[in-house]
């Protein structure tokens, strides 16, 4: 298989890696089951089938997620190298196993300690090489005209995880335990990530994508690749990290207290309330579909076009979430999340293909790693509201605190320019 096909095989199984990868996406519905709305359980050890395990605060909650987004942006930086220098497959399958082993490690460990060991380091290692050897694969085998599509799709699988994850956690847990639920989605990633892994191909030397037919004077095939020396001596580098911190923040916020913030605006009883996992599930669907749709409209109307559109109307939505959750108003909690939801998906479409742009598709697995540091470093965002909900009991200073930070990193896409040449020295 060659041509087309093959590249359309590369980018579904791509898909299909990030399916299982994105399990971070549905921590909501372990950190139902961890944190009690009841304060005084805090440190308490639970019972029945989750014997052995105690109940911890709001800010342990995050700590595992917090973790793995972190271990998750600095393996994204070995895994694009190996991506780089000896294909895909290696990172894919490495991450699938560091992924369940990760996982199997958290359930059997039945500890805060084991979760942030488990899930936080080992699956943060699995998500870095196994997220890195997909988008480059998939990326290689197109025109530059079609890259925010074709990055669009391969990390809506990511996305859309939660579509599956979320329901299925909350049924595992609550037939199984948080153990049974561990171990048995560890099991279940190893296997189709590894076999997933084995599509992930490059193209043969010499390959060069077609232009689809609509394509006349469209963008041109980027000629100029910088090296990762080469991209860290440009300016531009650091404001492309910057550009992720200050968006992704605020959709790693409301992913990280999905279930939380439905309990708190629809109350501790009712369809939403025994039903909770439903706005994760919603979050992953939205999330998954703006990175496909953002990465389309970035194609034509610009990468940082598409990061301002979205980013303006996202952070309106961030500062009217108090008042939404205040007045119990769960209609329009699901729209300000879910606008939340498409303009976080949007940046990790609008991200890679940026940095395919700005420094060219041949290293494209490290510099992207290295770009997405970024998004490791707006864990602190989460971290941070957790405190401020432990300490206040709501959720608005988090939510003030995003905007302002969304609205920053707005202002600092006007700005951004693409590199005029490659540095020199290399």
């Not at 290692?125 to 196994?130: A, C, F, N, V």
């Not at 480059?136 to 925010?148: L, T, Y």
């Amino acid at each position: 298989m060659a041509g087309p096909a093959r590249a359309w095989a590369v980018t579904a199984a791509g898909t299909a890696v990030n399916l299982c990868l994105g399990i971070l996406y549905g921590w909501s519905v372990w950190k139902a089951a961890l944190v009690p709305q009841d304060k005084s359980l805090y440190g308490q050890p639970m019972t029945g089938l989750n014997e052995g395990w105690t109940y911890l605060t709001n800010a342990q909650g995050n700590w595992a997620y917090s973790v793995c987004g972190a271990v998750f942006a600095l393996f994204m930086i070995p895994g694009g190298r190996l991506q780089d220098r000896y294909g895909a497959k290696i990172g894919a399958t490495l991450g699938g196993l560091f992924l369940a082993v990760g996982c199997v490690v958290a359930g059997l460990l039945k500890s805060y300690e084991g979760l942030v060991l488990g899930f936080g380091v080992l699956g943060g290692i699995g998500m870095g090489l196994g997220y890195a050897a997909a988008t480059p694969a998939a990326v290689k085998w197109f025109h530059s005209s079609r890259r925010g599509l074709i990055v669009g799709l391969v990390v809506a699988g990511y996305g859309a995880a939660a579509v599956y994850i979320s329901p299925l956690a909350d049924y595992l847990i609550t037939n199984y335990g948080l153990t049974g639920s561990f171990v048995g989605l560890g099991i279940f990633f190893a296997v189709v990530v590894v076999v997933a892994g084995l599509l992930l191909s490059p193209p043969p030397p010499g390959y060069v994508a077609p232009a689809p037919a609509h394509v006349v004077d469209g963008p041109k095939l980027v000629t100029t690749n910088f090296g990762a020396g080469q991209m860290l001596r440009t300016w531009q580098f650091y404001a492309l990290v910057f550009l992720f911190i200050g968006s992704a923040q605020s959709g790693l916020l409301v992913i990280a207290n999905a279930k939380s913030l439905l309990t708190d605006a629809a109350g501790k009883t009712g369809f939403f309330a025994r039903n909770a996992w439903l706005l994760v599930t919603f979050i992953g669907v939205v999330n998954a579909t703006g990175r496909i749709g953002t990465g389309q409209y970035s194609d034509r109307i610009g990468r940082l076009n598409a990061y301002a559109l979205n980013g303006l109307v996202s952070a309106a939505c961030l500062l009217a979430a108090p008042w939404v959750i205040a007045e119990k108003n769960v209609l329009f909690l699901f729209v300000v999340i879910g606008v939340m939801a498409w303009q976080y998906g949007g940046t990790l479409a609008v991200l890679p293909a940026l940095t395919a742009d700005y420094y060219g598709p041949k290293n494209l697995g490290l510099n992207y790693g290295l770009v997405f540091a970024g998004w490791g470093g707006a864990f602190f965002v989460p971290q941070i509201a957790s405190v401020i909900k432990d300490a206040t009991e709501r959720w608005d200073g988090a939510f003030y605190l995003s905007a302002g930070l969304l609205v920053t990193a707005v202002v600092a896409s006007r700005i951004i320019r693409k590199p005029v040449s490659v540095a020199p020295g290399e």
